[in-house]
Antibody, heavy 124, light 110 residues
Framework: EVQLVQSGVEVKKPGESLKISCKGS????????IGWVRQMPGTGLEWMGI????????RYSPSFQGQVTISADNSINTAYLQWSSLKASDTAMYYC?????????????????WGQGTLVPVSS | QSVLTQPPSVSAASGQKVTISCSGS????????VSWYQQLPGAAPRLLIY???RRPSGIPDRFSASKSGTSATLDIAGLQTGDEADYCC???????????FGGGTKLTVL
C-alpha cells in the first residue's frame, strides 16, 4: 500500500527555522516525484515545488523560489521542506504528494497519493 | 487570483447531478492534462480524476470529467451527503513553468 506519512504539528515563532518531513512507503521512492503543497487557512491549494529523489532534480514554483528548500534522503525514503526564517504568513497546512510526470523535463500530470498534512502555526 | 477559475460554490439536491467548471487558457488546460481533487472537511486532498477523464481505482463512476479547449468540467451524479467537500482542478502551466490549482469549489448537497 502506497503511503506518505508526514511529521507532526510544529508550533513556531517568527524568525525560527523549520524542517518538516514526508516518509514514503509501499513504492520505489527514487522512481517518483514528491511535491509540496501549501494550504493557508480557509484558502485553496498552492503548489510549492517538487523533487525527484532518484537524482535530486528539484523544481520550485516561482512564488516559492528562494523562500523554502526541498530536499530528500533516499536512505530513509523521506522528503523534506524547510525554512530558514519563518514568518507569520507561513502559517498553513503543508501537504506532500506523489507526483506523476510524463518524461523529462517534468511537466506534472497529477498527484496521486497525498500525505495527511503538517500544520505549521507561526505566531509570536 | 487563481490561474484556473472555478465557481466558489455549487449546490444541488441529493440524488441529482452537479457540474463544476474549471476555466484556464492556452498555456495550461489547452495543452496539458487536467486532474481533479476532492477535499473532505478536515482531510487531505484525494485524486478523483487524472489525465482529463480517467478515474483511479476505487473512485465511483458517479464521478466523471472532460476537457474541451481551455476548459474542463467535473460531473458528479447521484449526489450523496458524503460528497459535500471542496473540489479543485489542477494542471501544468507552460507560461508560469509551474503546476497550478483552481481556487476550489465548495459543494453543498441540499
Amino acid at each position: 500500500e502506497v503511503q506518505l506519512v508526514q511529521s507532526g504539528v510544529e508550533v513556531k515563532k517568527p524568525g525560527e527555522s523549520l524542517k518538516i518531513s514526508c516518509k514514503g512507503s509501499g513504492f520505489s521512492f527514487t522512481s517518483y516525484w514528491i511535491g509540496w503543497v501549501r494550504q493557508m487557512p480557509g484558502t485553496g491549494l498552492e503548489w510549492m515545488g517538487i523533487i525527484y529523489p532518484g537524482d535530486s532534480d528539484t523544481r520550485y514554483s516561482p512564488s516559492f523560489q528562494g523562500q523554502v528548500t526541498i530536499s530528500a534522503d533516499n536512505s530513509i525514503n523521506t522528503a523534506y521542506l524547510q525554512w530558514s526564517s519563518l514568518k507569520a504568513s507561513d502559517t498553513a497546512m503543508y501537504y506532500c504528494a506523489r507526483g506523476y510526470c510524463s518524461g523529462r523535463p517534468c511537466y506534472l500530470n497529477y498527484f496521486d497519493y497525498w500525505g495527511q498534512g503538517t500544520l505549521v502555526p507561526v505566531s509570536s | 487570483q487563481s490561474v484556473l477559475t472555478q465557481p466558489p460554490s455549487v449546490s444541488a439536491a441529493s440524488g441529482q447531478k452537479v457540474t463544476i467548471s474549471c476555466s484556464g487558457s492556452s498555456s495550461n488546460i489547452e495543452k496539458n492534462y487536467v486532474s481533479w481533487y476532492q477535499q473532505l472537511p478536515g482531510a487531505a486532498p484525494r485524486l478523483l480524476i487524472y489525465e482529463n477523464s480517467r478515474r483511479p481505482s476505487g473512485i465511483p463512476d458517479r464521478f466523471s470529467a472532460s476537457k474541451s479547449g481551455t476548459s474542463a468540467t467535473l460531473d458528479i451524479a447521484g449526489l450523496q451527503t458524503g460528497d459535500e467537500a471542496d473540489y479543485c482542478c489542477g494542471t501544468w502551466d507552460h507560461s508560469l513553468n509551474a503546476w497550478v490549482f483552481g481556487g476550489g469549489t465548495k459543494l453543498t448537497v441540499l
